[in-house]
């Protein structure tokens, strides 16, 4: 581990003084900053004359220093291309319409973001330089929970802490299902991103019920049963009637998404943590092919993540603890560090939820078939006190960590995921590791990866860390993810979700009619192209 | 500005924007939050990380106030970075004043 370093405390003094330094322009849009590439600064200073006049103008950011956290990524970005122009920050529904009318004006793009903490895809940077943040945090109004149906409503700058918070303050019986960084981002940003989290209501959008939504032109939509007057059961039905349409504010551009619903999950009276050990890497396909009919009938309920060791290593170590070379890390290296650490090559995480006795008959049928296929099958009774048991235990019972952040410090702050789908069948399994850890070799990277198993399919998600104060490895790092998004394709292995930075190359993928169809959507919804041009792909 | 003042504008423009007419729930609260104290803040965002193994301890380092309001709003290296929206001007202030006359926590993990 390094800490904080003299150096880090001398660069970070110069760049402060730097950005002070910058006050010196006789405007702060006078500074040297990235525009959209249509706009003029005379448009650019006067549509930010305007937005100051709708939100106050200490929440539009459009000077180099307060524009500094907003550009804040941990993918690579060699070209710089996923820059802001700046940010502004409403506080309700009425302040964004009056923004969007603003944005149409002046034809400025607005990327949205809840609280732009989607770390392994760009945070809040835009796919394309020169968007300007249009930056929800300040809604964060819990509007309403249902202690009886176990439903929320909640503005986008509402966290899962917030969240916590407010369930315990009163007393409320009922878990949250969490992401890896859930203290700090928000239900509402990460269900619109489709992540998927833990325990059995792992899948955020399956879980989601009702969002109102802002479009293009200032109407305000709600889905669901949520525009009948007098509604009762926005948060109870998710279908509503007609075509169902909340599909198409998700990893999409086509409206504001302003509140959403989602279901809560009981808390069950018993709640029992696994961890099945396998100490190969060629064990992927035995775990796969035993963990699928599990999923398949609910026996285990949860999102189950398969997680690879170098990546659980890199949570709580560093790179140069145990290898000092460039290219990968051998397995045997990682291997032998990780039976240090009670962990072995895959460490699969389930847990049975229910009554005692409902998971005391669970418990066998699961255990016999994990033991059969070479795994140890471990509990609280041999793994207790253990960091990364207690973390996925955590986890599981939706509870919220930052500790999955550490994998950042492996190898100096860069970070981005590829997260190609693979159905559940081991061959697949077998076959994506493999091709995933020849690429990486190839660029010296270490396979650092989680497989997270749901119902028929499993998201690997495979973490390229990397030095990202390194030019020559940042741009490695962006050949690396482009070569895994172009030869996973050729496999027919495409991603579910994907960084600012490959937006456009896996929408190519999805095919042209396709695009062409969320082309033609675009274009009725959002008619001079203001909202997160580039999002996934949507020009 | 005032209250007022500040939503005076926003008035303005939706006399001349059309709304649809959503029902039900009424529209945002106009009064800022109020400053949440620092060992809030940190145990709600920053203790996630440091003292728990993921990240440097900064508790009893006497960390200088400006390279902790550096930090906050730049996230070097594998750091977040946060904006005024999620720690406002005001609470960042506070917070590093805090941090730097801070003792250390024997309860953190790391270094």
Known sequence: ?539 | MSAVARYRPVAAYLMAFALSAAPGLAASATTAPAPRPPEAVYAKTCGYCHGQHVAPIIRGRGLPVEVIEQYVRSGPRGMVAFRPTEISDVELKVLAKWLNASKADPKEKGE
Not at chain 1, 129 to 144: H, T, V, Y
Not at chain 1, 150 to 166: F, I, K, M, N, S
Not at chain 1, 317 to 333: F, G, M, N, Q
Not at chain 1, 401 to 408: H, P, R, S, V, Y
């Open chain 1, 1 to 539: 581990m390094t800490g904080i370093s003299r150096r880090d405390v001398i660069r970070t003094c110069a760049v402060g003084a730097a950005m002070v330094g910058s006050g010196a322009f006789a405007s702060p849009l006078d500074g040297p900053r990235q525009l959209p590439v249509h706009l003029d600064k005379g448009a650019f200073a006067a549509a930010v004359k305007e937005l100051r006049a709708v939100v106050g103008a200490e929440w539009v950011f459009a000077d180099p220093e307060s524009t500094l956290p907003y550009a804040k990524s941990f993918t690579p970005d060699p070209r710089h291309e996923n820059v802001p122009s700046g940010a502004v920050a409403p506080a309700s529904v009425e302040e964004i319409q009056a923004i969007l009318k603003i944005a149409n004006k002046y034809k400025l793009p607005l990327w949205t973001v809840s609280t732009g903490k989607n770390m392994g895809y760009g945070c809040a940077t835009p796919a394309s330089s020169g968007q300007m943040i249009l930056d929800l945090k300040r809604m964060n109004r819990i509007i309403e929970i249902d202690a009886e149906l176990g439903t929320a409503l909640v503005e986008p700058g509402v966290t899962y802490q917030d969240l916590r918070d407010y369930l315990d303050e009163h007393n409320l019986p009922f878990w949250l299902d969490v992401p890896t960084v859930g203290p700090i981002v928000s239900p509402l940003g990460n269900t619109l991103e489709r992540g998927v989290g833990y325990t059995p209501y792992g899948d955020h959008f399956f879980m989601q019920c009702g969002m109102e939504v802002v479009l293009a032109d200032g109407t305000v939509v709600r889905t669901g049963m949520g525009s009948v007057k007098n509604s009762t059961t926005w948060q109870a039905f998710k279908w509503g009637y007609g075509p169902y349409i909340d599909g198409i504010f998700t990893q999409s551009n086509f409206g504001v998404v302003t509140k959403l619903g989602f279901w809560l999950m009981p808390k069950p009276p018993a709640f029992k943590p696994f961890m099945v050990r396998h100490n190969a890497m060629e064990d992927v396909s035995k775990i796969v092919d035993a963990m699928r009919p599990f999923r398949m009938n609910n026996l285990i309920p949860n999102v189950v993540l398969m997680m690879g060791a170098a990546y659980q290593i890199a949570m709580f170590h560093r790179r140069e603890e145990l290898w000092d070379k460039p290219e990968s890390i051998p397995d045997d290296v990682v291997r032998d560090f990780a039976k240090k650490h009670g962990l072995g090559m895959w460490n699969t995480y389930f847990a049975l939820y229910g009554t005692d006795e409902i998971i005391a008959a669970v418990e066998p049928i699961v255990r016999g078939a994990f033991e059969a296929s070479g795994g140890e099958v471990l509990t609280e009774k041999e793994m207790g006190g253990n960091l990364w048991f207690e973390h996925h235990k955590n986890l599981m019972s939706g509870q919220l960590t930052l500790e999955e952040k550490g994998i950042m410090r492996w190898r100096g702050g860069g970070m981005c995921c590829f997260a190609p789908v693979a159905p559940a069948k081991g061959i697949e399994t077998q076959q994506q590791t493999e091709l995933a850890k020849e690429i990486l070799g190839k660029y010296g990277f270490d396979y650092s990866v989680a497989y997270a198993i749901g119902g028929r399919e499993l998201h690997h998600l495979i973490f390229i860390q990397y030095d990202k104060e390194n030019p020559v490895e940042e741009k490695k790092a962006d050949d690396c993810i482009r070569e895994m998004v172009t030869r996973f394709g050729e496999r027919g292995w495409a991603s579910y979700r994907t960084g600012v930075n490959t937006m456009d190359l896996v929408a190519k993928q999805y095919g042209e009619a396709n695009r062409t169809l969320n082309a033609r959507l675009k274009q009725a919804l959002d008619p001079n192209h203001i909202l997160s041009p580039g999002k996934q792909g949507i020009a």
